[in-house]
């Protein structure tokens, strides 16, 4: 039997504790029903920031074989997750101007040895928010990481004003979470960009004053494993209408695709 002699296509996530990630399994039932028998979508499991480095250096593309390091195959895209959105811009050649902007990547297009960062987070956010508009009030986002960053500049487009909510605040457009109690009745929308309460930590969720929400509250949990989180069963109980993060890693996932076939 003749060997294919076109380089395998690869695509991959990466960051930590991505036993239970949601874009390996999405993309590979996407190249499946697509016929793409040469495609495959991969988890690189990261340690630490410096990581990323050797990371990179162990895909490179070699011009003279065509393919990532003398294997039959081609790196053509990442995704990026927990904890690197923001330090896998320092290995990058490239970042799109609204990625730059937001201050976080969690998509990158990789041509012959070119890596460009964009950000398809905001995207996916926005498209999956757009059931909840318009917002009567303010917002809160629980967390100051790179998920943060992609959601403050959607509320920021949409002119919907916000605050922060951080264990350590910095700054004036950010709070503790003692002080969220005064502030609530101000605020619709409450996103909880941290990863508190994914699994196997079901058990967790931000430290809110959840007796006080009620019906004109929306929590959105930008975890989706479990699909109900703690935080969003405590919203509910409380008359509070509750999203989790699937529809928008669905929206961001299919932006990447378009980005990865330009």
């Given at each position: 039997?003749?060997?294919?002699?076109?380089?395998?296509?690869?695509?991959?996530?990466?960051?930590?504790?991505?036993?239970?990630?949601?874009?390996?399994a999405?993309?590979?039932?996407?190249?499946?029903r697509?016929?793409?028998?040469?495609?495959?979508?991969?988890?690189?499991?990261?340690?630490?920031?410096?990581?990323?480095?050797?990371?990179?250096?162990?895909?490179?593309?070699?011009?003279?074989?065509?393919?990532?390091?003398?294997?039959?195959?081609?790196?053509?895209?990442l995704?990026?997750?927990?904890?690197?959105?923001?330090?896998?811009?320092?290995?990058?050649?490239?970042?799109?101007?609204?990625?730059?902007?937001?201050?976080?990547?969690?998509?990158?297009?990789?041509?012959?040895?070119?890596?460009?960062?964009?950000?398809?987070?905001?995207?996916?956010?926005?498209?999956?928010l757009?059931?909840?508009?318009?917002?009567?009030?303010?917002?809160?986002?629980?967390?100051?990481?790179?998920?943060?960053?992609?959601v403050?500049?959607?509320?920021?487009?949409?002119?919907?004003?916000?605050?922060?909510?951080?264990?350590?605040?910095?700054?004036?457009?950010?709070i503790?979470?003692?002080?969220?109690?005064?502030?609530?009745?101000?605020?619709?929308?409450?996103?909880?960009?941290t990863?508190?309460?994914?699994?196997?930590?079901?058990?967790?969720?931000?430290?809110?004053?959840?007796?006080?929400?009620?019906?004109?509250?929306?929590?959105?949990?930008?975890?989706?494993?479990?699909?109900?989180?703690?935080?969003?069963?405590?919203?509910a109980?409380?008359?509070?209408?509750?999203?989790?993060?699937?529809?928008?890693?669905?929206w961001?996932?299919?932006?990447?695709?378009?980005?990865?076939?330009?």
């Open positions: 039997m003749a060997t294919n002699p076109y380089p395998r296509s690869i695509f991959g996530l990466i960051g930590k504790r991505l036993n239970y990630s949601f874009s390996r999405y993309f590979s039932e996407k190249f499946e697509a016929g793409l028998d040469d495609h495959e979508y991969r988890n690189f499991e990261i340690e630490d920031v410096d990581g990323l480095l050797r990371f990179r250096e162990s895909v490179k593309y070699d011009p003279q074989s065509r393919t990532t390091n003398d294997k039959n195959e081609i790196i053509r895209g995704n990026v997750t927990i904890p690197y959105k923001e330090a896998v811009m320092e290995i990058l050649d490239e970042v799109s101007e609204e990625a730059q902007t937001i201050g976080a990547v969690n998509t990158i297009v990789i041509e012959d040895n070119l890596w460009t960062g964009h950000n398809t987070d905001a995207y996916g956010f926005a498209k999956s757009t059931p909840f508009l318009p917002l009567a009030k303010n917002a809160l986002i629980l967390g100051t990481g790179g998920a943060s960053k992609a403050g500049y959607v509320l920021e487009s949409m002119q919907v004003p916000y605050l922060l909510v951080s264990r350590k605040p910095q700054g004036d457009f950010q503790s979470y003692d002080q969220v109690r005064e502030v609530l009745g101000d605020v619709e929308l409450i996103v909880n960009t990863p508190l309460g994914t699994h196997p930590d079901t058990n967790q969720a931000p430290a809110l004053p959840y007796e006080l929400l009620n019906k004109s509250h929306i929590l959105y949990d930008l975890v989706y494993n479990p699909a109900n989180t703690l935080f969003m069963k405590k919203g109980r409380n008359g509070a209408r509750v999203i989790n993060g699937l529809e928008m890693l669905r961001q996932a299919e932006r990447a695709w378009e980005l990865w076939n330009k």
